[in-house]
């Protein structure tokens, strides 16, 4: 009994090519480590594993759907789109829109039959005496229209484009405006298919579900663009969605998630929502003896947005003059953008854009040895217009309870001297 439940077991698993050699695996990490990936780590393994799935699920919901329409358009050399139409057929892909079998039959004997003469036909259509009246028929047509000479052919292929043209097929556009994607409602039915006027099979209905997965995995990225999420909050998202089908696993969500690069920072609604409002969550200030600094409350993941720090943008000069007059540096950001010299002034507290609030980002302390966290340097397009905004990003994994520092730059140990030879941050 075991036996047969090992070797029931394996006929069930799912095959996974690898991309690399292009063969079919059914233990794709297995086959990694031992002969594609076997000198890198677990970890450069498992992510080509999950690249191999992903493309997997992409070729099944995607490259596995053709349509013939399409094929007469790239592939106007008849036999030949014949032919890969055939090859298709027989390795059970979807092709839609595509022509009936007695066709194909006709039109494969009048490709065998148009260079021969026409005794051969004759004897040809003798030896096929099982097909239908139909075929044969349209076979001798074809042959006569052959013998004709030029004028035949141009008459065969004027047919051929008024069949083509005169009762085309819905397409897929027609079938999106008749039932719109989003990321909520159901896929129509087939009654509700043939009531509008599109064919009865599914290739419509599996694109259509196809459109939509992609808009619901888009819809549970952009919820967690700031940070690194957990399969409890892809989760939480998807239950307060009310989907219960055709939507991806929180698993695969993690999976997908990647830092947001600056240009995508600088439109985000998360960021702008953050910077607008300076309610960060995920961060605490909290006294270390007689100073102040920042803990995260929340687990972020290398990559994860944090904060920003926060302050009226001055010029560099504006800074040094403000410099000059304190005893120590104080929360002045200073940096470069192209030739210009910036600062960021989060010395000046309250801010004038935030009155009633105390900015979470101006408590972050330095430290060259424990920094988990470097400066971003974005242009945020806020609603006033677009601003210089410096976001602290995680260079590491940041655990609850850890505290949250930056190296700004400075090694001097004077103040004076870090002013005057002050290390402009080139960001």
């Not at 079998?101 to 259509?125: I, K, M, V």
């Not at 075929?135 to 030029?150: F, H, I, K, P």
């Not at 990321?183 to 196809?210: H, L, M, S």
Request: aromatic fraction near 6%; include cysteine; charge should be positive.
């Amino acid at each position: 009994m075991e036996g047969q439940a090992e070797k029931r077991q394996k006929s069930n698993r799912r095959i996974i090519h690898c991309l690399l050699c292009g063969k079919p695996q059914e233990m794709l990490s297995t086959h990694l480590s031992r002969v594609c990936m076997k000198k890198n780590t677990p970890e450069e393994r498992m992510e080509e594993t999950n690249r191999a799935k992903e493309s997997a699920k992409a070729w099944t919901r995607q490259a596995r759907n053709w349509d013939y329409k399409e094929m007469v358009k790239r592939y106007p050399h008849r036999p030949s789109r014949l032919a890969l139409l055939k090859e298709l057929c027989q390795r059970d892909f979807f092709v839609a829109n595509a022509p009936e079998q007695a066709d194909l039959d006709s039109e494969e004997a009048s490709t065998s039959t148009a260079g021969e003469p026409s005794g051969a036909a004759g004897g040809h259509s003798e030896a096929a005496g099982g097909s239908s009246e139909a075929a044969v028929v349209s076979s001798l047509t074809r042959s006569s229209s052959d013998d004709s000479g030029e004028e035949g052919t141009q008459a065969v292929k004027r047919r051929r484009v008024k069949e083509e043209v005169g009762s085309p097929a819905p397409d897929l556009n027609a079938f999106l405006q008749a039932f719109p994607v989003g990321i909520t409602g159901k896929p129509p039915n087939k009654t509700q298919r043939e009531k509008a006027g599109f064919p009865a099979d599914r290739v419509f209905y599996d694109k259509w579900r196809a459109l939509q997965y992609s808009l619901r995995e888009q819809h549970l990225l952009s919820k967690f663009s700031r940070r690194t999420p957990t399969a409890a909050m892809v989760a939480k998202v998807i239950d307060a969605e009310g989907w219960t089908a055709n939507h991806p696993r929180p698993e695969d969500i993690m999976a997908k998630w990647r830092p947001l690069s600056r240009a995508q920072a600088e439109s985000d609604p998360g960021i702008i929502k953050g910077v607008t409002r300076q309610k960060w969550s995920g961060l605490a200030v909290k006294a270390f003896g007689e100073q102040k600094g920042v803990v995260a409350t929340k687990a972020f993941g290398k990559g994860s947005i944090l904060c920003d720090f926060h302050g009226k943008v001055i010029t560099g000069a504006e800074g040094r003059e403000m410099a000059e007059t304190q005893d120590q540096l104080g929360n002045l950001f200073f940096f470069k953008h192209g030739p210009d010299e910036i600062c960021i002034d989060a010395e000046t507290f309250p801010c004038e854009c935030h009155p009633s609030l105390e900015t979470i980002g101006r408590w972050i302390t330095h430290s060259k040895k424990k920094c988990n966290v470097q400066p971003c340097h974005c242009i945020v397009k806020l609603q006033g217009g677009d601003r210089h905004v410096l976001l602290f990003q995680a260079t590491t994994d940041i655990k609850k309870d850890d505290k949250i520092c930056f190296d700004h730059g400075i090694k001097k140990r004077t103040f004076r001297g870090e002013i005057e030879e002050l290390e402009w941050l080139n960001i």
